[in-house]
């Protein structure tokens, strides 16, 4: 887990499935856009996966290479969601219904966290899910930087209203 500077901040947990591809990603991306801001608006982010497939491992270095070519730092190892995740983060958004469906099954009933799709933030929505683009091409993980980047600068507009 991340360490706070702030803990009155909003801190924020994006979860994929292995937590190689969209979520690190999506940690990076947020992280970055608010470095340097104002302790007001303070928002920290982390990321997991609801499977154990990729714990204590690096991203996948197409999304390493992704976040590089986009100037984006990204430096994450996975982790597994867990039920004190839901007492820790504020807001917990996942990247696809699949995860969606696991991560709120694990959901204690006294938890604190919204839980919401990453997509519900996306001014181009699409069909409401972030692709998985671990099996594909250098190609989706770049559509997965845009569907990010866009989805996390609406979410954080949305954060300031």
Do not use: W
Not at 125 to 131: L, R, S
Not at 142 to 156: K, T, Y
């Amino acid at each position: 887990m991340f360490a706070l500077a702030n803990e009155n901040c909003m801190k924020v947990l994006f979860v994929c499935l292995g937590n190689i591809c969209r979520s690190p990603l999506a940690e990076a991306i947020l992280n970055q856009k608010v470095s340097g801001t104002s302790p007001s608006q303070d928002i920290s982010a982390d990321s997991c996966g609801t499977e154990n497939y990729h714990i204590d491992q690096a991203p996948d270095h197409r999304t390493i290479e992704v976040a590089h070519r986009n100037n984006v730092q990204i430096d994450h190892l996975g982790r597994q969601l867990s039920e004190d995740d839901f007492h820790i983060y504020d807001q917990i958004i996942v990247m696809d219904k699949s995860n969606l469906y696991d991560t709120l099954a694990l959901k204690p009933k006294e938890s604190k966290a919204e839980v919401r799709l990453m997509r519900d933030f996306d001014p181009e929505p699409d069909d409401g899910e972030v692709p998985d683009p671990y099996y594909g091409g250098e190609d989706g993980f770049q559509q997965v930087f845009d569907i990010l980047d866009r989805s996390i600068e609406a979410f954080l507009k949305k954060q300031q209203d």
